[in-house]
């Protein structure tokens, strides 16, 4: 008879896990819940029912729907934007400028929709999502990700520094085009320190502090 019990209590047990897993599953895919700031200085509050990293979207990064709780639908452009603040998760987007040379402009950049990352005094990671094909074997695929950007200090521009690993990965070629002639030396300093430090360099994707820690270092020996 104890046996009998002590079985059915561990029925019962695993039973109760299977059942919250199952709840706090459900709750990780209800929407996110988002507080817009506007720079006229006015709030939405509410989920997206169009997300501006939507695919097909010829306006990645740029605009977005949200419904606020009364059931209304606005659609928000990144000119409109100050701050996105995910409720839900605690990511905090804003808008800025990233460099996107065009054959005959060089130094075309667009305003799109970015994530805020780690900083300190002298900098910040910023991060835009990214749609782009790549080859599996024979064939080609769509796939998106986020590409880590570096601002440094206050630019209104963010200079990219880290793409997935299928599109590009590690490359500083944008940064020293368009730093050559503010901050050659500190470009430079990464550079080296990346080339030389690989299993630094293979983990900047899921540690991309770890850019900012070098240019930290680079201004200390300055």
């Known amino acids: 008879m104890k046996k009998t019990f002590l079985i ?26 988002y507080l817009v700031k506007l720079k006229d200085g006015s709030t939405l509050e509410g989920t997206l029912s169009k997300d501006w990293v939507r695919w097909p979207s010829k306006t990645i990064n740029e605009d977005f729907n949200i419904v606020d709780n009364s059931g209304k639908e606005y659609t928000i452009t990144v000119n409109e934007i100050d701050t996105i603040f995910d409720i839900t998760s605690g990511d905090v987007f804003i808008a800025a ?13 667009n305003k799109w929709i970015v994530k805020l990352g780690p900083k300190t005094s002298n900098g910040e990671i910023i991060s835009y999502f990214s749609r782009y094909q790549y080859n599996v074997g024979q064939y080609s695929r769509w796939g998106g990700d986020y590409v880590h950007c570096m601002r440094f200090d206050n630019d209104s521009i963010v200079y990219p520094f880290r793409y997935p690993d299928n599109n590009g990965g590690f490359n500083l070629s944008i940064m020293k085009k368009w730093l050559k002639n503010m901050r050659p030396d500190a470009v430079e300093y990464i550079n080296s320190y990346f080339k030389k430090n690989k299993e630094q360099r293979k983990q900047l994707y899921e540690k991309p502090e770890l850019f900012i820690e070098v240019y930290e270092e680079y201004l200390k020996q300055k």
Do not use: C, R
């Open 97 to 109: 400028y990233v460099p996107s040379p065009k054959i005959g402009n060089l130094k075309n950049t």
């Open 8 to 33: 059915l209590m561990a029925i019962l047990l695993v039973g109760g896990s299977y059942a919250k897993k199952k709840n706090e599953n459900k709750e990780k895919t209800l929407p996110d819940t």
